[in-house]
């Protein structure tokens, strides 16, 4: 072995997994050499979970960006050699009508995010999966790109490995246990080893289960937990016996058991002449953190698998044996069977990308197989360009605020993601039960007495709607359907719809306690956003300003979107609970590598946000003002900023709308905000919920909302929010926002769809919720754009002021037409659509109402 290098460019930490080997090998395709990796293992590695994962892929997902890394990795490992397209099932059993509509529900999400997963009848499922009862199945879903990695991503990782050693770019080093890093001034300037010291600008944590050891070094945390998964195996079997398989049958996913089924092919190849099954714990999840895995000498199987107790997984076991009843009929391998452990995540989403204290300290953790090579390709690019072609948002790191590192958060967190790994299906809105009560409004007693029905967001309960306002059910009920359906229901509260139309007759008070908001001042504060805004922030006439502006990225994409408010001396974000950290780290980033002399803090505590909006909203903020003419639209116009006084407390007004209705923001120091919230009650506005902000009222008026309308595959003219003019400063992405103002249209234009017909195959009216592909009426297709990106809707809402739902979607330009039928896939059925406004372009203006007794 050569001598151990004393300085890399890059040093990759847990090189002999299937991520590690990945980031390897992009990293080299993307041109970087001097790379060395390490693992405290042999390479590829004999304990990590790759070394006995189950090595499956499914395409299946309702997450665009986890459908795109599966099937660029199962396009890689084919390339490779390396896969079994054998095909994957999901199926529902008779009387499990839940698991039927999920699984519908995963056909349409394959329709939005173009894998080819379809629906497929008992019959033919059995036809596929021999072993399979088919009585006991209602219908499933077929993905004819399902398979197994073969013979193992141990196998892939290896091989990675080695072309990256032979073409001289990657040193490679097993064995070697990373024992601390070097950090000088918040930054990686190398780690040390067990074979020595190696200085580097760069460092890749991918190790796995023991990322948090790694991180724990650098003072942080990361929100990833091993989890027990009971991996059991059944043989001999003998159905394969000579072929030469890995694999004969297609995968089985009978994920309302929790469960999925596999053989093992050929008795002579490595695992093979067996059943596996594995389980998902739903109830009994053993977590264990890193610090508690045995070092390989210590382990009787591997630090990440433990012993099984067939008590553990009896009950599933037993429902397993009604679906496939070969389990009961061969002999139950006992030794071969154990408790692997794998990453289970806070939100779901692995960690990815720098870390949040000290920099060119980049993690990949939280990965699974299906996505090892995609992942990998998504840090070598970001690594090498800053950004990646697939938004990251959901990935980042940086994603999250500080209370969601503490390790009982992550720990309660990672427990009900644990259980719902395969089992039941999770809702769209579906919130988090731990983790609760973190941050809370200084009125948050007076929601309570009032019956708030509470949702949580960047820590903060947020109430949806009140209990104590749905007499205005008697109001307005004729307007506010009852929503039939129970999965159209769940988490959602009729009232909120009330409050919505009273808001729009009177005024209204919302809660946005939950606002991130940053203060960014120093020497070159205006230097620092003029350079990252799109919209003119300089200039001593901004002053006193609000100003909506977005980030781009160097390829004119949409990053962010945020509001600031130039004061004399500095610059205050108002932005989203869940951008706000992101963006609070993308900017002192941007400001240390650029060398601007700037202090960059999160405020979002110290200061709460009331909004006041509804056609009587001046008169009744006015009762509260000694001088009610400072609010006349003379006085006080649209963007404006002025500060006032409410029950002896200072607030600054800010005159903006997301609902379109007339209003302010009101921004106050928290420990006022109780005395304002009363205040303002006692002039006879109501309480409305976040649901008329965030939603209903917000899609009523077309408003975009960040990571989900606003991507960073669009750019800011489909998003149709682009300024009149260019300003003249520089700033970042402006060539390419330049270039794409040039064309005689864009690619693409977000539009607002409104749905004509939401009756049901069975005649019930349905509010969908999630993610519904758009469809040409014509041919069934989902519509797709001449950049391959595909139509599906990225916000949906029923707006009670004009009775139909709404939803926005990114459609090509050869159907941005206004009045064009289209159609959307809903649970299996299909729904008219009929393309309302192309761009910006409100459904319902409240400005234009005038005010109502």
Same mark, same amino acid.
């Given at each position: 072995?050569?001598?151990?290098?004393?300085?890399?460019?890059?040093?990759?930490?847990?090189?002999?997994g299937?991520?590690?080997?990945?980031?390897?090998?992009?990293?080299?395709?993307?041109?970087?050499?001097?790379?060395v990796?390490?693992?405290?293992?042999?390479?590829?590695?004999?304990i990590?979970?790759?070394?006995?994962?189950?090595?499956?892929?499914?395409?299946?997902s309702h997450?665009?960006?986890?459908?795109?890394?599966?099937?660029?990795?199962?396009?890689?490992?084919?390339?490779?050699?390396?896969?079994?397209?054998?095909?994957?099932?999901?199926?529902?059993?008779?009387?499990?009508?839940?698991?039927?509509?999920?699984?519908?529900?995963?056909?349409?999400?394959?329709?939005?995010?173009?894998?080819?997963?379809?629906?497929?009848?008992?019959?033919?499922?059995?036809?596929?999966?021999?072993?399979?009862?088919?009585?006991?199945?209602?219908?499933?879903?077929?993905?004819?790109?399902?398979?197994?990695?073969?013979?193992r991503?141990?196998?892939?990782?290896?091989?990675?490995?080695?072309q990256?050693?032979?073409?001289?770019?990657?040193?490679?080093?097993?064995?070697?246990?990373?024992?601390?890093?070097?950090?000088?001034?918040?930054?990686?300037?190398?780690?040390?080893?067990?074979?020595?010291t190696?200085?580097?600008?760069?460092?890749?944590?991918?190790?796995?289960?023991?990322?948090?050891?790694?991180?724990?070094?650098?003072?942080?945390?990361?929100?990833?937990?091993?989890?027990?998964?009971?991996?059991?195996?059944?043989?001999?079997?003998?159905?394969?016996?000579?072929?030469?398989?890995?694999?004969?049958?297609?995968?089985?996913?009978?994920?309302?058991?929790?469960?999925?089924?596999?053989?093992?092919?050929?008795?002579?190849?490595?695992?093979?002449?067996?059943?596996?099954?594995?389980?998902?714990?739903?109830?009994?999840?053993?977590?264990?953190?890193?610090?508690?895995?045995?070092?390989?000498?210590?382990?009787?199987?591997?630090?990440?698998?433990?012993?099984?107790?067939? =008590?553990?997984?009896i @009950?599933?076991?037993?429902?397993? /044996? #009604? &679906?496939?009843?070969?389990?009961?009929?061969? $002999? *139950?391998?006992?030794?071969?069977?154990?408790?692997?452990?794998?990453?289970?995540?806070?939100?779901g989403?692995?960690?990815?990308?720098?870390?949040?204290?000290?920099?060119?300290?980049?993690?990949?953790?939280?990965?699974?197989?299906?996505?090892?090579?995609?992942m990998?390709?998504?840090?070598?690019?970001?690594?090498?360009?800053?950004?990646?072609?697939?938004?990251?948002?959901?990935?980042?790191?940086?994603?999250?605020?500080?209370?969601?590192?503490?390790?009982?958060?992550?720990?309660?967190?990672c427990?009900e993601?644990?259980?719902?790994?395969?089992?039941?299906?999770?809702?769209?809105?579906?919130?988090?039960?731990g983790?609760?009560?973190?941050?809370?409004?200084?009125?948050? =007693?007076?929601?309570? @007495?009032?019956?708030?029905?509470? /949702? #949580? &967001?960047g820590?903060?309960?947020?109430?949806? $709607? *009140?209990?104590?306002?749905?007499?205005?059910?008697?109001?307005?009920?004729?307007?506010?359907?009852?929503?039939?359906?129970?999965?159209?229901?769940?988490?959602f509260?009729?009232?909120?719809?009330?409050?919505?139309?009273?808001?729009?007759?009177?005024?209204g008070?919302?809660?946005?306690?939950h606002?991130?908001?940053t203060?960014?001042?120093?020497l070159?504060?205006?230097?620092?956003?003029?350079?990252?805004?799109a919209?003119?922030?300089?200039?001593?006439?901004?002053?006193?300003k609000?100003i909506?502006?977005?980030?781009?990225?160097?390829?004119?994409?949409?990053?962010?979107?945020?509001?600031?408010?130039?004061?004399?001396?500095?610059?205050r974000?108002?932005?989203?609970?869940?951008?706000g950290?992101?963006?609070?780290?993308?900017?002192?980033?941007?400001a240390?590598?650029?060398?601007?002399?700037?202090?960059?803090?999160?405020?979002?505590?110290?200061?709460?946000t009331?909004?006041?909006?509804?056609?009587?909203a001046?008169?009744?903020?006015?009762?509260?003002?000694?001088?009610p003419?400072?609010?006349?639209?003379e006085?006080?116009?649209?963007a404006?900023?002025?500060?006032?006084?409410?029950?002896g407390?200072?607030?600054?007004?800010?005159?903006?709308?997301?609902?379109?209705e007339q209003?302010?923001?009101?921004?106050?120091?928290?420990?006022?905000?109780?005395?304002?919230?009363?205040?303002?009650?006692?002039?006879?506005?109501?309480?409305?919920?976040?649901?008329?902000?965030?939603?209903?009222?917000?899609?009523?008026?077309s408003?975009?909302?960040?990571?989900?309308?606003?991507?960073?595959?669009y750019?800011?003219?489909?998003?149709?929010?682009?300024?009149?003019?260019?300003?003249?400063?520089d700033?970042?992405?402006?060539?390419?926002?330049?270039e794409?103002r040039?064309?005689?249209?864009?690619?693409?234009?977000?539009?607002?769809?409104?749905?004509?017909?939401?009756?049901?195959?069975?005649?019930?009216a349905?509010?969908?919720?999630?993610?519904?592909?758009?469809?040409?009426?014509?041919?069934?297709?989902?519509l797709?754009?001449?950049?391959?990106?595909?139509?599906?809707?990225?916000?949906?809402?029923?707006?009670?002021?004009?009775?139909?739902?709404i939803?926005?979607?990114?459609?090509?330009?050869?159907?941005?037409?206004?009045?064009r039928?289209?159609?959307?896939e809903?649970?299996?059925?299909?729904f008219?659509?009929?393309?309302a406004?192309?761009g910006?372009?409100?459904?319902?203006?409240?400005?234009?109402?005038?005010p109502?007794?």
């Amino acid at each position: 072995m050569a001598a151990f290098p004393e300085k890399a460019r890059v040093v990759i930490i847990g090189l002999g997994g299937i991520v590690g080997a990945s980031i390897a090998h992009h990293l080299v395709e993307r041109g970087w050499d001097d790379i060395v990796g390490i693992d405290k293992s042999g390479i590829p590695t004999d304990i990590g979970s790759t070394a006995h994962a189950s090595d499956f892929c499914y395409t299946t997902s309702h997450d665009f960006l986890s459908c795109w890394t599966t099937l660029y990795s199962i396009d890689f490992f084919e390339k490779m050699g390396h896969y079994a397209r054998v095909g994957g099932l999901e199926v529902a059993r008779v009387g499990d009508d839940e698991r039927m509509d999920e699984i519908r529900r995963k056909v349409a999400s394959a329709k939005a995010f173009g894998t080819r997963a379809r629906l497929i009848e008992p019959a033919e499922i059995k036809a596929k999966m021999p072993l399979i009862e088919e009585s006991v199945v209602q219908g499933g879903l077929w993905d004819p790109d399902a398979g197994l990695v073969i013979p193992r991503s141990q196998t892939v990782a290896g091989k990675l490995v080695d072309q990256a050693v032979d073409a001289g770019k990657l040193q490679a080093f097993a064995n070697t246990s990373a024992q601390s890093l070097v950090i000088e001034d918040g930054r990686i300037k190398g780690v040390v080893t067990s074979r020595g010291t190696i200085m580097a600008d760069r460092v890749v944590v991918c190790a796995g289960l023991w990322g948090r050891l790694i991180a724990e070094m650098a003072g942080e945390d990361l929100p990833v937990m091993p989890v027990d998964h009971p991996l059991t195996f059944f043989g001999p079997y003998e159905e394969f016996a000579g072929s030469g398989k890995e694999i004969g049958y297609p995968l089985l996913r009978d994920q309302g058991n929790s469960a999925y089924l596999r053989d093992t092919g050929d008795p002579k190849t490595a695992e093979g002449g067996q059943i596996e099954w594995g389980y998902y714990e739903e109830n009994d999840v053993r977590l264990v953190h890193p610090r508690e895995l045995l070092e390989k000498h210590q382990a009787r199987l591997s630090p990440s698998q433990r012993d099984l107790d067939m =008590e553990q997984v009896i @009950e599933p076991l037993e429902r397993a /044996m #009604e &679906l496939t009843p070969i389990l009961g009929e061969l $002999g *139950y391998n006992e030794g071969h069977s154990f408790n692997g452990l794998l990453q289970t995540t806070t939100d779901g989403g692995p960690s990815m990308g720098e870390s949040q204290k000290v920099r060119g300290l980049w993690y990949c953790v939280g990965i699974w197989v299906k996505d090892g090579p995609g992942m990998g390709k998504l840090i070598a690019d970001w690594m090498t360009d800053g950004r990646t072609a697939i938004d990251h948002n959901r990935i980042d790191f940086a994603r999250f605020a500080s209370f969601q590192l503490d390790e009982k958060f992550i720990e309660e967190r990672c427990t009900e993601t644990a259980r719902k790994i395969y089992n039941p299906p999770v809702h769209p809105r579906e919130p988090f039960a731990g983790g609760r009560g973190i941050r809370r409004s200084p009125f948050h =007693e007076r929601e309570k @007495e009032l019956g708030g029905y509470f /949702m #949580e &967001l960047g820590g903060w309960e947020r109430a949806h $709607g *009140y209990a104590a306002n749905e007499h205005l059910l008697e109001k307005h009920g004729n307007r506010i359907p009852v929503r039939e359906n129970e999965w159209d229901n769940r988490h959602f509260w009729r009232v909120s719809n009330a409050e919505h139309l009273e808001m729009s007759e009177s005024c209204g008070i919302i809660n946005l306690s939950h606002f991130s908001i940053t203060d960014i001042e120093g020497l070159d504060h205006v230097e620092l956003m003029e350079w990252l805004c799109a919209a003119k922030i300089g200039g001593d006439a901004n002053i006193g300003k609000g100003i909506y502006t977005h980030f781009l990225d160097d390829e004119g994409m949409v990053r962010a979107d945020f509001t600031v408010i130039r004061m004399a001396d500095r610059i205050r974000m108002i932005n989203g609970a869940d951008a706000g950290p992101r963006d609070f780290q993308y900017m002192r980033r941007t400001a240390a590598d650029r060398g601007l002399d700037v202090t960059i803090t999160d405020v979002s505590e110290k200061y709460i946000t009331i909004g006041i909006w509804g056609p009587n909203a001046r008169e009744n903020l006015g009762k509260l003002l000694e001088d009610p003419s400072v609010l006349s639209p003379e006085n006080f116009p649209f963007a404006a900023i002025k500060p006032i006084t409410i029950a002896g407390k200072s607030v600054t007004a800010f005159r903006i709308s997301y609902v379109g209705e007339q209003g302010w923001e009101l921004h106050m120091a928290y420990e006022d905000g109780l005395a304002v919230w009363d205040a303002l009650r006692s002039t006879g506005a109501i309480a409305v919920g976040v649901e008329t902000y965030a939603n209903t009222r917000r899609m009523e008026k077309s408003l975009r909302l960040q990571n989900a309308d606003l991507l960073t595959e669009y750019n800011l003219l489909e998003a149709d929010l682009a300024r009149p003019k260019v300003k003249e400063a520089d700033f970042r992405g402006k060539a390419k926002h330049i270039e794409y103002r040039a064309r005689a249209n864009q690619p693409a234009m977000l539009c607002t769809l409104v749905m004509t017909d939401n009756n049901d195959s069975k005649g019930i009216a349905r509010y969908p919720v999630g993610t519904m592909p758009v469809l040409d009426p014509k041919t069934g297709e989902t519509l797709v754009d001449e950049l391959g990106r595909r139509s599906f809707t990225t916000s949906v809402a029923y707006g009670p002021t004009i009775g139909k739902n709404i939803a926005l979607a990114y459609l090509p330009w050869s159907h941005c037409e206004i009045g064009r039928k289209l159609d959307v896939e809903y649970f299996g059925d299909t729904f008219p659509v009929e393309v309302a406004a192309v761009g910006y372009k409100p459904l319902y203006d409240p400005e234009n109402v005038k005010p109502r007794s």
